[in-house]
């Protein structure tokens, strides 16, 4: 049975090496994984605490409309209840937004390199994509903005981008806004938003109120340290969330993602803490990678894209660095070979780490002088 004409052109996602896997195949006891910008100081005690709380009814059928989290969010954030979706990670309302926009006649425009499921989930309902190339790590938006015409139905701003780090401003982010027709959904990806520390980014939740056809996607996955659990949401006009409300499936999230996203939003101290030990461990890996000649991209994430000399290929970094118990994303699978993006972890497996990088790196850059 064929699927729909455009899976002959696609393949399932291919996620980074998993702990386990690369543990058999080298043979090692101790594993380090810097691949899928996680966090790596785990996540709040408190929820570990309260998840035994959480199991006693895991019969009934969860909240449907989330409505605890619901509230105590659009409180936080200033929005009411009526402007949030819930997701299954913010990977499903990324998916929920093209199921809901996007068809067969529509284009979608977005960076290249950037996170891939915009561009996946759009070819899957049928939609062109139009793909901008980054300047420096950073989206030309300019570019993108030339891209969008009557048919242009979502265009996607991934900020701080995935795999560069780099941040849209806000000085960026309000040309988007200005210039880009209203029929056309601006999508902000924050997924790294905790992380982030330049006074240069934008109110991008304040900005709803001026603008009707913007999106903003935020996730409990990276900073709040809860991927295992999977969820995320995305905060709009009422208008725009209802939509989204009817196409997203009625019970997407799950009861314990639910009550766990719920503590962690209330332990400020665990989030305070995971991101001031990122911007430390970061700034060290940046004069690092700066002292060892590298080049990186400018990071407001958890994670660093170190360009590599022309002698190196990312994918021999990383086989390396496998070899060894540390497990980065090769820039290869992600549309950027001449390079490595590596989540920024705990202090002492990123002195380890450096050591690697020296130790591989340091003949080469000899040789290259030659
Ligand atoms: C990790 C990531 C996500 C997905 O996060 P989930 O909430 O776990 O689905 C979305 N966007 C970007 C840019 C990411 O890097």
Not at 148 to 167: A, E, F, H, I, Q
């Amino acid at each position: 049975m064929n699927g729909k004409e455009i899976f002959k052109h696609m393949s399932p996602y291919k996620p980074g090496k998993q702990i386990e896997e690369v543990k058999k195949e080298f043979g090692l006891e101790k594993i380090v994984k810097l691949a899928s910008n996680e966090n790596p100081f785990g996540y709040s005690e408190k929820v570990k605490e309260s998840i035994p709380n959480l199991i006693d009814h895991l019969e009934v059928y969860p909240d449907g409309y989330n409505t605890e989290l619901r509230n105590t969010l659009a409180h936080k954030l200033g929005v009411t209840g009526e402007q949030l979706v819930f997701g299954c990670g913010s990977d499903e309302v990324v998916d929920i937004i093209c199921r809901t926009y996007l068809e067969s006649g529509t284009n979608t425009v977005m960076a290249t390199p950037t996170f891939p499921q915009y561009k996946h989930n759009a070819l899957i309902q049928g939609a062109e994509t139009r793909e901008v190339p980054l300047v420096d790590g950073y989206h030309n938006l300019e570019g993108m903005l030339k891209e969008v015409d009557k048919d242009t139905r979502v265009l996607w701003l991934c900020s701080p981008n995935n795999p560069t780090g780099c941040l849209v401003d806000e000085q960026g982010f309000e040309k988007i806004m200005n210039e880009c027709p209203s029929h056309v959904l601006v999508v902000v990806d924050e997924a790294y938003y905790e992380y982030i520390t330049t006074k240069d980014a934008p109110d991008s939740i304040k900005a709803l109120d001026k603008y009707p056809n913007l999106v903003i996607l935020r996730t409990f996955s990276k900073a709040y340290g809860l991927a295992g659990l999977r969820i995320g949401y995305g905060v709009s006009s009422k208008e725009i969330s209802t939509l989204l409300n009817i196409t997203r499936g009625p019970f997407n999230t799950t009861t314990i993602a639910q009550g766990s996203a719920l503590i962690a939003l209330k332990d400020e101290q665990f989030l305070q803490d995971s991101i001031s030990r990122n911007t430390k461990n970061k700034k060290e890996f940046i004069d690092f990678c700066n002292e060892l000649g590298l080049t990186t991209y400018d990071s407001q994430t958890n994670f660093v894209f170190v360009k590599l000399p022309s002698n190196v290929s990312g994918d021999e970094v990383f086989e390396f660095l496998l070899s060894k118990g540390y497990i980065v994303r090769s820039g290869e699978a992600l549309g950027h070979p001449n390079g490595v993006r590596i989540t920024i972890g705990a202090q002492s497996d990123m002195t380890v780490l450096q050591q690697l990088l020296s130790s591989y790196l340091a003949p080469l850059k000899e040789e290259n002088k030659k």
